[in-house]
T-cell receptor, first 115, second 117 residues
Framework: KAGVTQTPRYLIKTRGQQVTLSCSPI?????VSWYQQTPGQGLQFLFE???????NKGNFPGRFSGRQFSNSRSEMNVSTLELGDSALYLC??????????????FGEGSRLTVL | AQKITQTQPGMFVQEKEAVTLDCTYD???????LFWYKQPSSGEMIFLIY??????QNATEGRYSLNFQKARKSANLVISASQLGDSAMYFC??????????????FGKGTKLSVIP
């Protein structure tokens, strides 16, 4: 059973550019959530999508957005990049409902560097 | 609001010895879940163990056990017989459930475990 796949794994952008990250969840999982990991702030919740609808959102500016497609794949977009957006972006999938523990299965992350 | 505190930024343990990683939490939810994840240098978060707030017994998964003390709001991870491959960052996390049924994890700052041969 394939795990959570994130692409690209590494990318470098400059300030002011925008970036799109992709996440393919485990087959059958309908929930995809995104987390940002930085040395200073640690792991912070960005948002969660379930059946193509944003179900929950963390405390991030509107430059951070996402969407989910009918096949449960998700993309997140960051516009007008700032140096502080440099981070590891982790995607996690789960069944979304009915799961006994609500366990999240994480991908290996996309490491974004903003110059 | 939920909060997870891990007070040990770094820990060293001798190979084959046991080690305890501390985690305390704060929440007003009557029902919650506690998780431990391992993050090697590759970046992937690997699920280790789960404890539900109403579970009567402490969770165990192979060499991992969770010492759950509800009254003290602590959920310490115990790794028995440490191996070199256990060297990694370890994160304690709490599951919160929003009104929409969304699963959101709140993470601690993590503990970097180094296993010494």
């Amino acid at each position: 059973k394939a795990g959570v796949t994130q692409t690209p794994r590494y990318l470098i952008k400059t300030r002011g550019q925008q970036v799109t990250l992709s996440c393919s969840p485990i087959s059958g999982h309908r929930s995809v959530s995104w987390y940002q990991q930085t040395p200073g702030q640690g792991l912070q919740f960005l948002f969660e999508y379930f059946s193509e609808t944003q179900r929950n959102k963390g405390n991030f500016p509107g430059r951070f957005s996402g969407r989910q497609f009918s096949n449960s794949r998700s993309e997140m977009n960051v516009s007008t990049l700032e140096l502080g957006d440099s981070a590891l972006y982790l995607c996690a999938s789960s069944l979304g409902q009915g799961g006994p523990t609500g366990e999240l299965f994480f991908g290996e992350g996309s490491r974004l560097t903003v110059l | 609001a939920q909060k997870i505190t891990q007070t040990q930024p770094g820990m060293f343990v001798q190979e084959k010895e046991a080690v305890t990683l501390d985690c305390t939490y704060d929440t007003s939810d009557p029902s919650y879940g506690l998780f431990w994840y391992k993050q090697p240098s590759s970046g992937e978060m690997i699920f280790l163990i789960y404890q539900g707030s109403y579970d009567q017994q402490n969770a165990t998964e192979g060499r991992y056990s969770l010492n759950f003390q509800k009254a003290r709001k602590s959920a310490n991870l115990v790794i028995s017989a440490s191996q070199l491959g256990d060297s990694a960052m370890y994160f304690c996390a709490m599951r919160g459930v929003s009104g929409a049924g969304s699963y959101q994890l709140t993470f601690g700052k993590g503990t970097k475990l180094s296993v010494i041969p």
